[in-house]
């Protein structure tokens, strides 16, 4: 199957600062989605990205598919974006394949 | 709208015993798929439902099975549970099969 590796696996941040997560894929892929895992376990949708670059407030996208591989930025981090970041790639008949997540600590 | 929603939340089994878990999908998705998400893990496939037939499924025994109904909520079920079944369990709808997937808020199965 298909192997998507994330990049750094822990993250310690200071409130402000800003930081990019990385997730690399072994394979083409239908599309591409990152998710943020709260405390209670509920993935929470972040972008939908088979390609091209995306916005949401602080939080950014970019997906190089010919290159296989997704950035996710966070720019002024807030403690509130704690948790864990899940980049999954779609194949075949939509299946997700999850990297092993980055685990992301915003310190005050 | 109303999201996904899985039930139970939790759910405590001894080695052996059966569960199902329930999943309802977001009002218009036809499609639902399972996933198991072991402690410090990203969630592994299991299988997907479309349009009430199995859909694709993962590198999972027989032993897991389930079932999508005519109003597209869906059903997992498992057999003689073992130990490593301990996992959260989470469910996704989408759109078709190849739209984005909203996840459910999982359930957390713990075999003893």
């Known amino acids: 199957g298909i192997q998507v590796e994330q990049s750094p696996p822990d993250l310690i941040l200071q409130e402000g600062a800003n930081s990019t997560l990385r997730c690399n894929f072994s394979d083409s892929v239908n599309n591409l989605q990152w998710f943020h895992q709260n405390p209670w376990g509920q993935l929470i949708n972040l972008f939908y990205?088979?390609?091209g670059t995306k916005q949401n407030g602080r939080l950014s996208a970019t997906t190089v598919a010919t290159e296989r591989y997704s950035l996710l930025y966070i720019s002024s981090s807030q403690t509130t974006d704690s948790g864990v970041y899940f980049c999954?790639?779609?194949?075949?008949?939509?299946?997700?394949?999850f990297g092993k997540g980055n685990q992301v600590v915003v310190i005050p | 709208e109303t999201g996904v929603t899985q039930s139970p939340t939790h759910l405590i089994k001894t080695r052996g015993q059966q569960v199902t878990l329930r999943c309802s999908s977001q009002?218009?998705?036809?499609?639902v798929s399972w996933y198991q998400q072991a402690l410090g893990q990203g969630p592994q496939f299991i299988f997907q439902y479309y349009r009430e037939e199995e859909n694709g499924r993962g590198n999972f025994p027989p032993r897991f099975s389930g079932l999508q109904f005519p109003n597209y909520s869906s059903e997992l079920n498992v057999n003689a549970l073992e130990l490593d079944d301990s996992a959260l369990y989470l469910c996704?709808?989408?759109?078709?099969?190849?739209?984005?997937?909203?996840f459910g808020p999982g359930t957390r199965l713990t075999v003893t």
């Open positions: 999954a790639v779609a194949y075949g008949n939509n299946r997700l394949a």
């Open positions: 009002s218009g998705h036809n499609t």
């Open positions: 996704a709808s989408s759109f078709d099969r190849n739209y984005e997937q909203y």
């Open positions: 990205i088979p390609s």
